[in-house]
Nanobody, 126 residues
């Protein structure tokens, strides 16, 4: 059974930093694209960042470009999202996800992802 477990969320002041981790079990992430999405109550999941299988290609949502960095470690079967210069509008539940796909223009779309974690809350205070 596939499990993705996010960790590292919490409460941080605006301008601060957090690093989220995503640990996978029951699956080898090396053949999957990995992404992070976030969601606030009443809104659809928003694309945050994605990284191709080998890690050579990355894509970021416009609102986090230049502030967040996605990485992955296929040996450790995990990934991370380094978040800096956090803003109150970054407050959300953050999810990691895996898609059985090569790089695609659809990489920002939630529906292409096959596996999801349970999410971790990030709260940025003013």
């Amino acid at each position: 059974q596939v499990h993705l477990v996010e960790s590292g969320g919490g409460l941080v002041q605006a301008g601060g930093s957090l690093t989220l981790s995503c640990s996978a079990s029951g699956i080898s992430i090396s053949t999957y694209a990995m992404a992070w999405f976030r969601q606030t109550p009443g809104k659809e999941r928003e694309f945050v960042a994605a990284i191709v299988r080998g890690g050579s290609l990355k894509r970021y949502g416009d609102s986090v470009q230049g502030r967040f960095t996605i990485t992955r470690d296929n040996v450790k079967n995990s990934g991370s999202l380094q978040m800096t210069i956090l803003k109150p509008e970054d407050t959300a539940v953050y999810y990691c996800a895996l898609a059985d796909t090569a790089w695609t223009n659809s990489i920002t779309l939630a529906h292409i992802y096959d596996f999801w974690g349970q999410g971790t809350q990030v709260t940025v205070s003013t």
